[in-house]
């Protein structure tokens, strides 16, 4: 298609403004600020109207930013093209909203006109506005050597600044890392972690459930270990009491056989006490008769002894021998007192001369054997006495002798009483103390037995009496086997009780696991989903770059290499497209990369890629190409080569070319 | 004199349809709740709390609950709590030698505060006829009825007794205590008395909407009632068109400005976004629960939106456009096909996928 005419009525900058279009080379020359872009935008708005309404960005909001200044009313402006060799118009009027917009087209020959042609770019053009406004657009940027030699790149770039060159490839990897993270190798990613979540989370709620299912058989352990425990203890205190009374049961059978050892004895003590008394005439003297026949015995035998010594002293004083025998005596005295005076001098000289010690002791002996012998002398002095006193008393001989007979009349009245035999006195004697010591020895003992039974405390008890067959050992054994197992059952009891607490604890959050089980259902579907929008985004991504690359390789290498040609004059195939779409130049000595060629030739090489782009993408109708002042930063020798280019191109395009300094017109 | 009444209480409440860590805050709110309840009516003098059915959730209540509910009652021994168990409530009643707990039965059990007279009966395979005829109360009392069910002509999601209210008129009722119904309503029943549902005390889900309470009955010369909102949290239901909005975080600061004048941070939210937005309109559902999780204590959000996608995207030549087209010609479901041009789309401009 080709323009023809436009008309801009007021539109951005431009008021009343008309051109008319050739058929090939259109230069514009203009200063800067006449609108160049304005008019682009006005052919632009032509076939595809207006955009970003929504933008409130005035440089994004294409109405705001082309309302004209100061206008009320509609703005606008017509076009004339020529589509397929029909001449049409495009009347368009933008208002203040789109839908006071109004679009007329106008069949030039016949005068049809239709005012409801929804994107009309697109039905001409075969490609939306944004496509077209990359494709026929050029700027000095796009003229601009690029690193990515790759036209897959430039069809990513198509759309301009959302795009970059590399997004495909950044979002494939991009996906590829979300994938991986979802579903890895070896079982691991975000489905598995969830699984496992879901597989442990699911085990506590059946554990819980168990747990729970159990609580009724734990109650009813407890309530019959409760039970049980407190029989055992009732039993325990029936065992303690049997055996705190089996205990006093053998107390009292002990007290009974001490009650019964005692009373035997003291039948037995009673019984040789009565045999005792009857020994001696059932009668029993008392103490105090006991003395006074035992006063009168010693008397008696004083006298007695008095009797026979003064007969002994009245002969005795009648002997010669008697005088001998005092002066033999009294000499025997005064010998050992001068050896007691003698042992005492030398006593004295060697202590005071030779041996103190010696001497000492010598007169120490001395002085003692003169005490002795004087008290020797002495007694024996009191004894001649006495004899002489008895000599003197040798008158009354026959009063000793008939108190002898009265004695002895006493004695045996009292030992026939006694029922003695008439014995030696003394015998008698002898035996009466004895016969009243073993007595009242056993008086004495059965007193003691009779205290002692009497502390004893001994009660007959027929009950205790029968209970005697328990078996205390027998008893404090089971007593013993009862508390171990009490002790055990209780610890059960505590045991269970806590279970129980524990699974009531969890019975009350059992719904919060179970909802969260039902939770994590929903999030590992949810992580499905998502792997499966990735996986499938992936996949459909890849299938369109492979798609591009079918369907536009052939077609890309055809145009390349023709607009190549045009542009070096050269004939022979001299551009690859590979699968990937990179170009790669033939030469002599093989294929090279782009890269390696000079900054001219790369300005070049993208233009011819441009064109060779425009020609593939646009199949409908050839569009026209808008250059805005592309070469603006080119020296001179490139400006000449560059504008030699477009206007070769210009026979194969209706070029729009708008520049802003002479030099490049 | 007054009386609380309330109904529908549902201790012990899973809450599924909450998240586990919001609902087992919930669960724990509610018997606060009822604990508050109880101390309100402490403050305030109230003689007796009447249950009017559903006390509890389940049949399976756990110990724990009941215990919890025991305690609290045995905390409050000057007040009375007069229990009517509901479809709800465990229907073989536990042991309890609380003195200030009493029950009612199968058939009227009445209690009785001077001149007022509180009757209460369980309905059991609508028997509501039968219990109505044998209702014998004295003109001259303040009666005031307990029953829980549903009244016939009332909407109800699950199956309940039903309660013919034309049995119960000139029957001398002032006060019908209702339960079963979890939102405040109330109505007429003949010339003299009223009837009301008290609602529950608090919500539990998004199907309970509104505010939740118990009703104030006081008894002087005549019988008044007041339904006090009490619940320490609220649910609320949105919807917020996105069609027009092309900047996501204008979008998310207008949802919460729209929300802040609505509810308070305190209240719990479901959001259903709807409308059409651009494929160009970046919109990141979890980073506005984030943003919204943030500004209130808790957001669902259910996405209804769609992807415009009016173009004919054979024109777009673009890798973009080869995608989307690819994409559209497949077998894939709507919504796959649009989740995957989102996807893609996102992936292409470089953005978080």
């Known amino acids: ?665 | 004199m007054k009386f609380i009444h309330c109904a529908d209480i549902h201790l012990g409440s899973a809450i599924e349809s909450l998240p586990s860590n919001i609902s087992y805050k919930r669960r724990t709110e509610i018997r606060n709740t009822f604990e508050k309840l109880c101390e309100f009516a402490y403050s305030n003098d109230v003689t007796a709390i009447i249950i009017a059915g559903d006390l509890f959730d389940s049949e399976k209540v756990t110990n724990f609950t009941i215990n919890n509910f025991l305690h609290i009652v045995s905390k409050y021994p000057k007040i009375d709590f007069l229990y009517l168990q509901g479809n709800h409530d465990p229907q073989i009643l536990f042991e309890s030698n609380l003195t200030n707990l009493k029950f009612f039965g199968g058939s009227w059990t009445s209690f009785n505060y001077g001149n007022v007279n509180i009757v209460g009966a369980k309905i059991i395979e609508n028997n509501s006829e039968m219990l109505a005829a044998s209702l014998k109360l004295k003109e001259s009392d303040k009666n005031i009825v307990v029953l829980h069910g549903q009244i016939a002509g009332y909407k109800s999601t699950e199956k309940s007794e039903i309660i013919s209210l034309p049995f119960f008129k000139e029957k001398n009722i002032d006060y019908l205590a209702l339960g079963h119904y979890h939102s405040f309503d109330e109505g007429k029943i003949d010339n003299r008395g009223k009837y009301a549902y008290s609602g529950c005390l608090d919500g539990r889900g998004f199907d309970e909407l509104g505010d939740k309470g118990f009703v104030l009955i006081e008894v002087e010369d005549s019988l008044k009632y007041e339904f006090k909102s009490f619940s320490s949290r609220n649910f609320y239901d949105f919807s917020f068109d996105l069609t027009e909005y092309t900047n996501f975080f204008t979008m998310c600061d207008d949802i919460v400005k729209f929300l802040k004048e609505k509810c308070s941070y305190t209240s719990l939210i479901k959001l259903t976004l709807k409308g059409e937005y651009d494929a160009d309109f970046d919109i990141d559902i979890k980073e506005l629960k984030a943003i919204l999780n943030d500004a209130f204590y808790f957001v669902k959000i259910i996405d209804n939106t769609s992807m415009k996608i009016e173009k004919d995207y054979s024109l777009d030549k673009s890798i973009r456009g080869e995608f989307i087209s690819e994409v559209l010609s497949s077998k894939l479901s709507e919504d796959v096909k649009k989740q995957v041009i989102m996807c893609g789309i996102r992936a292409l401009k470089g953005e978080n996928i």
């Open chain 1, 1 to 665: 298609m080709k323009l023809l005419r436009c008309y801009v009525k007021a539109f951005g900058g431009l008021r009343d403004y008309k051109v008319d279009f050739n058929e090939g080379l259109n230069v514009f020359k203009e200063d800067n600020g006449f609108g160049k872009s304005t008019l682009t935008y006005f052919i632009k708005s032509m076939f595809y109207g207006l955009n970003n309404d929504k933008k409130r960005s005035i440089n994004e909001n294409e109405r705001a930013h082309f309302k004209p200044w100061n206008w009320s009313g509609t703005f606008g402006g017509y076009l004339d093209f020529e589509y397929k060799g029909t001449e049409f118009r495009i009347e368009r009027s933008f208002g203040a909203k789109e839908g006071e917009d109004s679009l007329l087209l106008v069949n030039l020959k016949t005068g049809k006109t239709n005012s409801n042609f929804d994107d009309l770019g697109s039905k001409i053009f075969g490609i939306d506005e944004a496509g077209f406004f990359s494709t026929a657009y050029f700027s000095e940027k796009d003229i601009e050597a690029k690193g990515n030699y790759s036209l897959t790149a430039k069809f990513n770039s198509i759309y301009g600044n959302d795009y970059d060159p590399e997004s495909v490839k950044d979002a494939v990897k991009k996906l590829e890392t979300t994938i991986k993270t979802y579903s890895m190798r070896g079982g691991k990613g975000k489905i598995e972690d969830k699984k496992s979540e879901l597989y442990e989370a699911n085990e506590q709620v059946n554990n819980i459930q168990s747990m729970v299912k159990s609580i009724s058989s734990l109650k009813n352990e407890i309530d019959s270990l409760q039970v049980e425990t407190k029989n055992l203890k009732n039993e325990m205190n029936t065992l303690s009491d049997k055996i705190a009374f089996a205990g006093k049961s053998e107390v009292n059978k002990e007290k009974k056989r001490n009650y019964i050892e005692l009373n035997n004895e003291i039948s037995l003590l009673k019984n040789k006490k009565c045999e005792l008394a009857n020994t001696i005439g059932g009668r029993i003297p008392t103490k105090q008769e006991l003395d006074a026949y035992s006063n009168s015995f010693v008397e008696y035998n004083k006298v007695k002894k008095m009797s026979e010594s003064i007969k002994n002293t009245q002969i005795n004083n009648n002997s010669s021998n008697n005088k001998k025998q005092k002066t033999k005596f009294n000499t025997n005295i005064f010998l050992l007192t001068s050896i007691c005076i003698l042992l005492l001098i030398v006593g004295v000289v060697l202590a005071f001369t030779t041996n103190f010690t010696l001497g000492l002791i010598i007169s120490g002996i001395g002085f003692l054997s003169a005490i002795l012998v004087a008290c020797f002398s002495f007694k024996l002095g009191k004894t001649k006495e006495l004899l002489q006193k008895n000599n003197t008393e040798t008158d009354k001989p026959n009063d000793y002798l008939e108190l002898c007979l009265k004695y002895e009349e006493q004695f045996d009245l009292f030992f026939d009483s006694l029922g003695f035999e008439k014995q030696d006195y003394f015998i008698n004697f002898t035996k009466l103390n004895n016969l009243v010591y073993d007595y009242n020895n056993l008086c004495e003992r059965i007193l003691e037995i009779e205290r002692k039974l009497s502390q004893l405390n001994y009660v007959e008890s027929s009950e205790m009496e029968n209970n005697f067959a328990y078996n205390l050992e027998e008893l404090k054994f089971e007593l013993s086997e009862k508390q171990k197992l009490y002790i055990q059952k209780t610890d059960e009891l505590s045991r269970k009780k806590s279970a129980y607490e524990r699974v009531e604890d969890s019975n009350e959050k059992l719904s919060s696991y179970e909802n969260r089980v039902s939770e994590i259902k929903e999030e590992l579907e949810a992580l499905k989903r998502e792997h499966e929008i990735y996986s499938l985004t992936y996949k459909y991504l890849l299938q369109a770059d492979e798609n591009l690359k079918i369907r536009y390789r052939k077609p890309l290498d055809d145009s390349l290499n023709k607009f190549y040609s045009i542009i070096t004059g050269k004939n022979e195939k001299a551009i690859n497209i590979d699968i990937d779409l990179n170009v790669t130049v033939n030469e002599s000595d093989g294929t090279k990369s782009i890269e390696y060629y000079s900054k001219g030739f790369k300005n070049l090489f993208e233009i011819c890629k441009r064109f060779a782009l425009v020609e593939v993408l646009f199949t409908d109708e050839k569009p026209f190409i808008i250059l805005d002042d592309p070469f603006c930063n080119f020296d001179d020798k490139k400006l000449i080569e560059a504008k030699e280019v477009i206007k070769k191109l210009s026979s194969y395009y209706q070029i729009l070319y708008f520049v802003c300094h002479e030099s490049r017109a």
